[in-house]
């Protein structure tokens, strides 16, 4: 069984990074507030932290992806969900991100 998931892994992973690159999302930031403080949270460091999170994690996400997707929905209104409920702070070198995202 465990030979099975590690190809499954490998495409989700590699499905989320093509689903990325291929929606080219503007770089977009939020101010989120949490505990009354203000912090400044962006879209590629969400992106970064989905890409980064294990493979349970990457399969739900990357399913609501392809649901709002069909459904024409605004992924970084999810992303933006996603960086709210998660408490996501501070900043990642979006750059990393980037380059993951051309390379797939």
Request: glycine share 2%; hydrophobic share 40%; net charge neutral.
């Amino acid at each position: 069984m465990n030979m099975q998931r590690q190809p499954l892994r490998k495409l989700t992973k590699a499905y989320l990074v093509k689903f990325f690159r291929n929606k080219e999302l503007a770089y977009e930031e939020w101010i989120v507030i949490t505990d009354g403080v203000r912090r400044v949270v962006n879209n590629y460091s969400v992106i970064e932290m989905i890409l980064r999170a294990n493979y349970e994690e990457q399969r739900e996400l990357a399913d609501a992806l392809c649901e709002l997707d069909s459904a024409n929905r605004d992924i970084n209104m999810f992303l933006k969900h996603l960086a709210i409920e998660c408490n996501i702070v501070g900043r990642f070198e979006s750059s990393q991100t980037e380059a993951l995202l051309k390379a797939g």
